[in-house]
């Protein structure tokens, strides 16, 4: 198939709304947080609404080529769903792996998000004589010098377990890629043009998918966080999800 002047509109036109609501996450975060928040840790807290924000420009892209009859008319002329809306899931998709490569190459972008543990507000007991932190491994001598315990380093484990940051990168992009491809089989697919009850079983069931896998990824990344579970674990819900929705938009011959 040979990119049109039309399929580059189509690109920007879900690229542009995908970062617009993007924006408009970082800054009612910013704008709703506790305040002195640094950048890094806004962005590890909006971040992960990007496949969301995907799926919105995708959505916002093909719903006019669709009322407009744009999509029966080139289907007419040869193209398959999947080809119609290839540019529109290419465009938000640009803007999910753009998220991915932040978080997996910048490490001022905060991923403790996506590994969500328990905190603790009291921690320093009396161990005589001095005052003992046993989670950040501190101790204040009875002259007050804070010191380093002896067995910290063993002990105490970081917020992020290994390869964290690269299994969020990774979930960021295949969610990020997955979604707009559910959400453009929708738009275009086969049976978006059925009023049937074969269309709202079919509805309900990618509902179904998308939710499951969104739990499953949650729990994952819970349990690596735990230490339950190696954090690689959490790319898997997001993966069988891309699976399901491109063999959806583009079913086997």
Do not use: N
Request: hydrophobic share 55%.
């Amino acid at each position: 198939m040979q990119a049109t002047r039309w399929d580059a509109l189509l690109w920007a036109r879900a690229a542009a709304v995908s970062a617009m609501a993007l924006s408009v996450a970082w800054l009612v975060a910013a704008a709703t947080d506790e305040g002195g928040v640094s950048w890094g840790a806004r962005a590890g807290r909006t971040l992960p609404l990007t496949p969301v924000c995907a799926a919105l420009g995708v959505w916002a892209a093909l719903a006019p080529v669709r009322a407009r009859g744009e999509a029966r008319a080139l289907q007419a002329l040869g193209r398959s769903p999947a080809q119609v809306s290839a540019a529109a899931t290419a465009g938000a998709a640009t803007i999910a792996v753009v998220a991915a490569l932040a978080i997996g190459a910048l490490r001022g972008v905060d991923v403790a998000g996506f590994y969500p543990t328990a905190t603790h507000t009291r921690t320093w007991e009396w161990r005589a004589p001095a005052f003992v932190d046993r989670t950040r491994g501190l101790r204040v001598a009875p002259d007050g010098t804070p010191e380093r315990l002896p067995q910290a380093s063993a002990t105490m484990q970081g917020p992020i377990p290994p390869h964290g940051r690269l299994a969020a990168a990774l979930a960021m992009a295949l969610a990020g890629t997955a979604l707009p491809i559910l959400v453009a089989h929708a738009a275009l697919g086969r049976s978006a043009y059925e009023h049937d009850r074969k269309r709202r079983y079919e509805q309900v069931a990618v509902a179904a998918v998308s939710g499951a896998a969104i739990v499953a990824s949650i729990l994952c990344f819970q349990a690596a966080a735990a230490r339950l579970l190696p954090a690689i674990l959490g790319v898997l819900p997001p993966l069988a999800l891309l699976a399901f929705g491109w063999r959806r938009l583009v079913p086997p011959d």
